[in-house]
């Protein structure tokens, strides 16, 4: 093995590693979304978790991206530390797929069928038909489908190389030399970890293992204590992505550690006594790819079943392994984890599952708010107070990880939901600066003991019952996406801009006869323009919904045309609205 192989492996190694990442990436986009419904389906069952934890590593391709998404949940405080547990060890099970599917490249055979099974065959077509799709359809979902297919053939061309660069290692009798040190299986494990830790990907120090293999130079007894081996590397990644997070979070990694030493610890020792009470012939047999992959599943699924029921006792131990600081408690966690950003897909679906979170703080505190005009209460005015200064925060911290967010590579309905997101938070947070607007008023009022005249209460209750149908409305069409519940924002929308400017004309009248005095009617002003600004955010939300399903965002020229254009639906929706909410003679 000259430099030149050297090179090569590199390259195998490098093409490996991309193609692993362009493949997973392909992966989570297909699967968008619905990774964050699992994870919130989450059980104290541990079987549950255990599927989950299976299912969501083959969608993502790495138990370690999995492993630090969780870190990142447990430090937002969007999951306990026991809930990752079972997820955890199941996506143990769930990286063995890819050593099966690694294991393609040795099938060694004349038959035009199994000849079809290896990797180098059907690569080569998978990669053009994968760049067709990419470059031809229009569709996301189908791009995503095309980029899978051309990472699991960069994946295997890297493999490929790896294999032509390790096959002179036959001949050496130097490497010869070198192997028998694996003998010892302490030695294995060590290195099986160490080089698993130092690339990051048990994936890849797998696939260099069934590499390896294919120069028919290792055995049985070798590649079982490497395959250990590889399973504690690997929490490198976690250990690393657990510096500077919460004491929960470290537990998470803590877990992951253990699961894998005590594996390990009791799998070794377990299959080495077995070994010398029955003789395994096996362990001199030379190991081919098929054989790692099947070594590697056994011991994962043997671990798993072992330590399973003992997810209770393996929280305790991170418990105790990692201490509670003083001052490090649930109230430090974070708003959302950077490291959810390894999954962009998933950091897509928590982002609007926190958007809907202000969407209802919103509402809530704006109807409060409305309340207190009848009926002002001190605790309330606190309360929507507080309100307001978490939807401040909500708009900051929400909207900086969305402008981080857009930067990754996103899926069409990804990068629309997250435009959604980012012009919709603003107006929210203005729905809450105005409910504030309507408390101080609620306030001056109870203070100075005045009110409204009969006339103008009824005006303001036909008026604050529309207002409370455009938020629901608007609202509802935010959380479901539904575009169609979005089009009758705009029209209720114009109608109340009517009451409004009918409200103002009446008033006036009544001044000019002496029914009302300047005081109410600045009163009435701020009131009627908190209500008329809450009813234009309404009007951005909805046009952004709707736009959004149109991938547009020229929200002005929407608006303009629907109301310039003679539109009928929203021409029938208008007078609908116009004869629910007619102010009285």
């Not at 490098?14 to 389906?41: D, I, N, P, T």
């Not at 760049?131 to 297919?149: A, D, P, Q, T, W």
Request: net charge negative; charged share 15%.
């Amino acid at each position: 093995m000259d430099i030149f192989s050297i090179f090569t492996l590199c390259g195998g190694l490098a093409f490996f590693l991309y193609g692993m990442q362009v493949m997973s990436g392909g992966l989570e986009k297909v699967a968008g979304g619905r990774l964050e419904k699992l994870l919130r389906e989450m059980t104290s069952n541990p079987v549950k978790s255990l599927a989950l934890g299976v299912g969501i590593t083959i969608a993502i391709q790495s138990s370690s991206a999995l492993t630090v998404m969780l870190v990142g949940l447990v430090n937002s405080g969007i999951m306990e530390l026991g809930q990752t547990i079972g997820v955890i060890m199941g996506s143990n099970i769930g990286t063995t797929l890819t050593a099966w599917i690694l294991s393609l490249a040795g099938i060694e055979s004349d038959n035009f069928f199994l000849r079809l099974l290896k990797p180098e065959s059907f690569s080569p077509i998978f990669a053009l038909v994968g760049i067709c799709m990419m470059m031809v359809s229009k569709n996301g979902g189908k791009k995503s489908i095309g980029s899978i297919l051309v990472g699991f053939s960069v994946l295997m061309y890297g493999m490929q190389l790896m294999t032509n660069a390790m096959s002179p290692l036959a001949q050496s009798a130097e490497f010869a030399g070198i192997l028998t040190a694996f003998q010892n299986p302490i030695l294995g494990v060590a290195v099986g970890a160490v080089f698993t830790g130092v690339i990051q990907s048990s994936a890849a120090s797998v696939g260099i293992l069934q590499a390896l293999s294919l120069t028919g130079s290792i055995n049985y007894g070798m590649a079982i204590p490497i395959i250990m081996g590889q399973n504690i590397g690997t929490c490198v990644t976690a250990l690393l992505s657990s510096m500077g997070v919460s004491t929960n979070a470290k537990r998470v990694a803590a877990v992951h550690v253990s699961f894998n030493v005590l594996g390990t610890g009791i799998c070794l020792p377990l299959f080495y006594i077995l070994n010398y009470s029955f003789n395994f012939n096996i362990l001199d047999k030379v190991v081919n790819p098929v054989g790692i992959a099947f070594a590697h599943t056994i011991f994962n699924f043997a671990t798993t079943i072992i330590l399973i029921p003992f997810t209770k006792y393996m929280e305790k131990i991170a418990i105790k392994a990692v201490k509670e600081k003083t001052g490090d408690g649930k109230e430090n966690t974070v708003f959302i984890d950077e490291r959810i950003l390894l999954s962009p897909a998933f950091a897509v679906s928590e982002c609007t599952h926190h958007a809907v979170s202000m969407a209802d703080l919103t509402e809530d505190v704006f109807f409060e708010s409305v309340k207190m005009l009848k009926n002002y209460s001190a605790n309330t005015a606190e309360n929507i107070f507080h309100a307001e200064e978490k939807l401040d925060s909500y708009e900051d911290k929400l909207g900086s990880f969305l402008v981080k967010l857009s930067g990754k590579e996103l899926s069409d309905h990804d990068s629309n939901e997250v435009s959604k997101l980012l012009h919709s938070i603003g107006d929210f947070e203005r729905i809450g600066d105005h409910a504030v607007s309507i408390t101080y008023v609620a306030k001056e009022m109870h203070e100075k003991n005045i009110h409204f005249s009969k006339e103008a209460d009824e005006e303001l209750n036909i008026l604050g019952n529309a207002i409370r149908e455009i938020i629901e409305l608007t609202i509802d069409a935010f959380e479901t996406g539904d575009s169609s519940m979005a089009t009758k924002v705009e029209p209720l929308e114009q109608v109340i801009d009517g009451i409004v400017l009918e409200i103002k004309n009446r008033h006036i009248k009544r001044l000019q006869e002496g029914n009302c005095t300047i005081e109410l009617g600045f009163m009435l002003s701020d009131i009627l323009n908190c209500y008329q600004r809450v009813s234009d955010h309404c009007s951005n939300i909805a046009a952004c919904i709707i736009q959004i399903k149109s991938s547009q965002l020229d929200m002005h020229t929407y608006l303009n045309s629907i109301k310039t254009g003679g539109d009928e639906t929203f021409t029938k929706e208008f007078r609908k609205y116009q004869e629910k909410y007619i102010l009285n003679n």
